[in-house]
């Protein structure tokens, strides 16, 4: 890839890593699968991870066409996401957005003991409205068959990662420790902050021609 291609992977890659956050889905997992078989826990995350990848995908697709026909444009989009993103990344700084998840995976727990692939793994934990609304904008700012394959391929990346820190769950809760992951999830959160800015930034700059 050239350049500019290897940079936009990267922007992608790290926004939706930061978004969808892998390592912050392992813990859920792991509590909501406790007692399961070792096959059942598998099958969990391998059917969570492929609906989430087609929700994703189909947004990447057709959220284009979707805004247009509600009549909100690109640029207003860009600046609602980023907004919506600056606020995920000022949760995970501040350690509100780990809370708030686990509260509602002990909550689900309760009631879906045998099977949480649909929810809430794939929706919400992995294809979420933060992860929805970052597919949608990266697609939509990419010019071209060839930019619009790379961001396909940082969110195929994203995802494989995501499948296997999903089943590798356990081991790796066990191996970084709680404070490890916090000290991880508030540094994403600060990279993720300064992505969001300059989403809106962008938003804006398009929106109000401003060169």
């Known amino acids: 890839m050239t350049g500019p291609l290897v940079e936009l992977f990267v922007s992608a890659l790290v926004t939706l890593l930061v978004v969808i956050d892998p390592p912050g889905c392992a813990p859920i997992f792991t509590s909501l699968t406790t007692g399961a078989t070792p096959a059942h826990r598998r099958a969990m995350a391998i059917r969570a991870v492929a609906i989430a990848s087609a929700i994703l995908v189909g947004f990447a697709a057709v959220g284009e066409a979707f805004l247009s026909a509600l009549g909100i444009s690109l640029d207003a989009f860009r600046i609602a996401g980023g907004i919506m993103l600056f606020l995920i990344a000022a949760d995970m700084v501040f350690e509100k957005r780990t809370a708030r998840r686990e509260t509602r995976a002990s909550e689900v727990a309760q009631q879906h003991v ?60 066990r191996l970084l420790g709680h404070k490890v992951e916090a000290m991880i999830t508030r540094l994403l959160g600060v990279i993720l902050a300064a992505l969001a800015s300059q989403i809106v930034i962008d938003g804006i700059r398009g929106a109000f021609s401003l060169g």
């Open 114 to 173: 045998e099977d949480v692939s649909v929810f809430p793994m794939a929706i919400p934990m992995i294809a979420g409205p933060g992860s929805i609304a970052s597919v949608m904008l990266l697609t939509s700012e990419a010019k071209g068959p060839t930019e619009t394959a790379v961001v396909f391929a940082a969110l195929a990346l994203v995802l494989l990662l995501t499948l296997a820190a999903l089943l590798a769950a356990g081991p790796l809760m």
